[in-house]
């Protein structure tokens, strides 16, 4: 047992000490460097410049919608044709999802808060970034968060989570279980082996196939979470699918073609069931990966992925949207969808309501700030980069010499971001009630 999957045995994170021992815990745990307080601002300093705290109200009735958020694997923004039409002669990987954007509001900004997969669970479904050190595997995976799983069961939800991996892959059980996940859907449950890839699990098509026709055995309103797994390395499509799909010039692109097939039959199955015109279909990716175009080949292309947000029943929301956001906001977005009144913590933003939407990602020990047309970049205590990233892509023109206002400000945003993360992960104060 590690300390990650320990969650999968418990009720509350707390329960964790029971399962985990105290000498298994420090050997585990030697290598593992906590964070050190931040002390930037006093609390009345930085509360005005940001706090995660949301206190959302509604006039509105809460809004029983299903809630189905896929997280693709490997899905960078660059594979797909419909968010890239600024590229002459380029058309991507991903005709279904080129047609799904013209249905959706599509965020073309947007980007992943981390580089791994095992980032991603934590900023998605319960807006806690992995920044420095995965959350999952940090020292403070046993705080008490507050997860859309828990919020909305809350609410009547039937909460649950697929991933056609062995259980227990990645800790993604164990953690989606302390954020309030109450049934979990893996390799056990679809339960025929035939159907396994030979490298991580179920092939998508049929995990999926399988994942519509569960969702139709649930009581609504119901929140379900898919996480895919065939556009990992090594890059590998299905036998029968050999030869049906464009080689393209990576690896990465005859999956992502697979991966792409397979959302259309889940989306063509999803279609016939009675549930699915209730619904809020949310879409993005863990992280990026294989990358072609120069375009992408920056600080910026790294982390750059789509956020999709598809309803069949909201046509007027349809938009390509370049507003700034990132995974972080995907909870507090589906929240204020759903006319949702309380308070809560998330490290992101609803991008439609808030002021000065943002992204925060780290990588190479430098933190990426992203908002408005800026991206700060900031090293230890000082800024080391200043760019309008949109119109400079491959981030060629430095402007920290020069925009100073603009720099200074985003510097405060950045610390007082970085101190209020660190801190109430440290003090366990993750949720409203701590």
């Known amino acids: 047992i590690s300390l990650n999957n320990a969650g999968a045995y418990i009720d509350k994170p707390l329960e964790m000490a029971i399962v985990l021992n105290t000498p298994f815990t420090i050997l585990r745990t030697l290598d593992v460097q906590a964070f050190k307080p931040k002390k930037y601002y006093t609390e009345k300093e930085l509360t005005k410049l940001y706090t995660p705290v949301k206190h959302f109200e509604s006039d509105s009735t809460f809004n029983e919608k299903n809630v189905v958020v896929i997280i693709v ?23 279904f999802l ?17 580089r791994k997969s095992i980032d991603a669970l934590p900023s998605v479904v319960a807006s806690v970034p992995s920044l420095v050190q995965p959350y999952i595997l940090s020292p403070y995976a046993t705080n008490e968060i507050n997860g859309l799983g828990s919020i909305l069961a809350r609410k009547g939800y039937k909460t649950a989570f697929f991933h056609g991996a062995p259980n227990g892959s990645m800790g993604f059980e164990a953690f989606m279980n302390t954020a309030g996940y109450q049934e979990y859907y893996g390799y056990d449950e679809y339960n025929n082996s035939a159907d396994f890839d030979g490298n991580w699990g179920i092939w998508d098509e049929k995990f999926l196939q399988f994942t519509a026709q569960k969702l ?4 609504t309103p119901f929140l379900a979470t898919i996480f895919t797994l065939s556009s990992h390395h090594p890059f590998k499509v299905p036998k029968a699918f050999e030869g049906k799909f464009q080689k393209g010039s990576l690896p990465i692109h005859r999956p992502i073609q697979y991966l792409d097939y397979s959302l259309k039959r889940f989306f063509a199955t999803a279609g016939t069931k009675p549930w699915f015109k209730n619904t809020i279909f949310v879409i993005t990716a863990d992280h990026c990966n294989q990358t072609i175009l120069p375009e992408y080949q920056s600080a910026v292309g790294n982390f750059a992925v789509p956020i999709i947000i598809y309803q069949k029943e909201k046509p007027e929301a349809i938009q390509l949207d370049s507003t700034v956001s990132q995974q972080a906001d995907i909870m507090p977005k589906i929240l204020r969808e759903l006319n949702y009144s309380g308070d809560f913590i998330s490290f992101g933003t609803d991008v439609l309501t808030e002021d000065r939407p943002f992204a925060v990602n780290y990588y190479n020990q430098t933190w990426n700030y992203y908002e408005g047309d800026y991206l700060l970049q900031f090293r230890d205590v000082k800024t080391v980069g200043l760019y309008q990233y949109k119109q400079d892509r491959t981030l060629k023109n430095n402007l920290m010499n020069k925009a100073i206002e603009q720099k200074e400000h985003m510097v405060a945003r950045l610390k007082a971001y970085i101190q209020q993360y660190y801190n109430r992960l440290i003090n366990n104060k993750m949720t409203v009630s701590n």
């Open 73 to 95: 694997e490997s899905l960078a923004r660059e594979y797909i044709g419909a968010l890239n039409k600024d590229i002459a002669n380029y058309k991507g990987f991903t005709p």
């Open 98 to 114: 080129d047609s799904l954007i013209a249905q959706s509001h599509t965020f073309t900004n947007a980007f992943a808060n981390g």
């Open 216 to 219: 139709t055995e649930f009581k």
